[in-house]
């Protein structure tokens, strides 16, 4: 699975948009950027995904670069709920095994 | 549908003590992932299953570590003779393949404390 890498850390104003980025410069043609996130003390808990193509769903936007080297999450109006541990994973649907780094911890501001 | 649930959510042992946790996942999911994470580290892969088949264990998992999933339902970890090295959070996810990726649902988890 390839490696990816994050910021540690984020701020974010309260209503504003978070954009947090992940590079994933080795990812192979069938893998999945995969965004989750955990709460302190809570398992971790899905975001969104992709393959090629820029994704939303109810809760983000997956923004993936054309060249599949690099992704931006977008949570389009943070809310102090927001704040937490955002995972990146490049991971293959073969076998679903997801390789955790250390995060991003974005801290939502009011 | 409840989610993943795993029980106990907290268990204190005494070291060289056995113990095991239980995982129920997602009724329609054939998929079933054992994870640990220690404080400030993001979850580690142990083991997975695909129905029955244990298909993958993690070099994490030594010897005292024994993962089952009887009959392709709830799965059970069981650690032997604990350390207090094994104090973590235990985590459960499962989920079903498709053609799209694979989104995995993860449960609450189990925090064990060997004292």
């Known amino acids: 699975d390839a490696k990816t890498t994050q910021p540690t850390s984020m701020d974010c104003a309260e209503g504003r948009a978070a954009n947090l980025p992940c590079n994933h410069s080795?990812?192979?043609?069938?893998?999945?950027v995969y965004w989750y996130r955990q709460i302190h003390s809570q398992g971790p808990q899905y975001i969104i995904h992709?393959?090629?193509n820029n994704e939303t769903n109810e809760m983000a936007s997956l923004i993936i670069t054309e060249d599949r080297k690099s992704s931006t999450l977008i949570l389009p109006h943070a809310t102090l709920r927001d704040t937490a541990v955002y995972y990146c994973?490049?991971?293959?649907?073969?076998?679903?095994?997801?390789?955790f780094g250390q995060g991003t911890t974005l801290q939502v501001k009011p | 549908d409840t989610g993943v649930s795993q029980d106990p959510r907290h268990k204190i042992t005494k070291r060289g003590q056995n113990v095991t946790f239980r995982c129920d996942p997602i009724?329609?999911?054939?998929?079933l992932y054992w994870y640990r994470q220690t404080l400030g580290q993001g979850p580690e892969f142990l083991t997975y299953?695909?129905?029955?088949?244990?298909?993958?264990k993690s070099r994490l998992l030594s010897d005292r570590f024994s993962a089952e999933r009887p009959k392709g339902s709830f799965s059970t970890l069981e650690i032997q003779r604990t350390e207090q090295g094994d104090s973590a959070m235990y985590l459960c996810?499962?989920?079903?393949?498709?053609?799209?990726?694979?989104?995995?649902?993860f449960g609450q988890g189990t925090r064990l404390t060997v004292v």
């Open positions: 992709g393959l090629k």
């Open positions: 299953f695909q129905n029955e088949a244990q298909l993958e």
């Open positions: 080795t990812i192979s043609g069938n893998e999945y």
């Open positions: 994973i490049a991971a293959s649907s073969n076998t679903g095994k997801l390789i």
């Open positions: 009724s329609e999911h054939n998929r």
């Open positions: 996810a499962s989920s079903t393949r498709t053609g799209m990726g694979t989104e995995a649902f």
